[in-house]
Nanobody, 115 residues
Framework: VQLQASGGGLVQPGGSLRLSCAAS????????MGWYRQAPGKQRELVAD???????NYADSVKGRSSISRDNARDTVYLQMNSLKPEDTAVYYC??????????WGQGTQVTVSS
């Protein structure tokens, strides 16, 4: 498996979720790892990414509520999402971007925020 995402589910507004993405070493080491999401009827958008050196980047819509991290020993990237809102409902995709620009996508995991 190249990129295996997990951790999605149904959560109430204000709740938290942690998404995980286990990657094959080839798709992790030296690559920028990221999370994108796509809500029904909307374009896919970047949620957050983290470089191999640990630099992070967040969409304004999740800044302050989410945290991306990577465990280089486990070849895994995480997305901790707090204070979830209904508008966070989407399919979340893990990505791996190689230094030369090629992006690999994992399968999506559904996050539904609803009471």
């Amino acid at each position: 498996v190249q990129l295996q995402a997990s951790g999605g589910g149904l959560v109430q507004p204000g709740g938290s979720l942690r998404l995980s993405c286990a990657a094959s070493r080839t798709f992790f080491s030296g690559n920028t790892m990221g999370w994108y999401r796509q809500a029904p009827g909307k374009q896919r958008e970047l949620v957050a990414d983290i470089s191999s050196g640990g630099s992070t980047n967040y969409a304004d819509s999740v800044k302050g509520r989410s945290s991306i991290s990577r465990d280089n020993a486990r070849d895994t990237v995480y997305l901790q999402m707090n204070s979830l809102k209904p508008e966070d409902t989407a399919v979340y995709y893990c990505t791996s971007r190689a230094p030369w620009g090629v992006v690999t996508w994992g399968q999506g995991t559904q996050v539904t925020v609803s009471s």
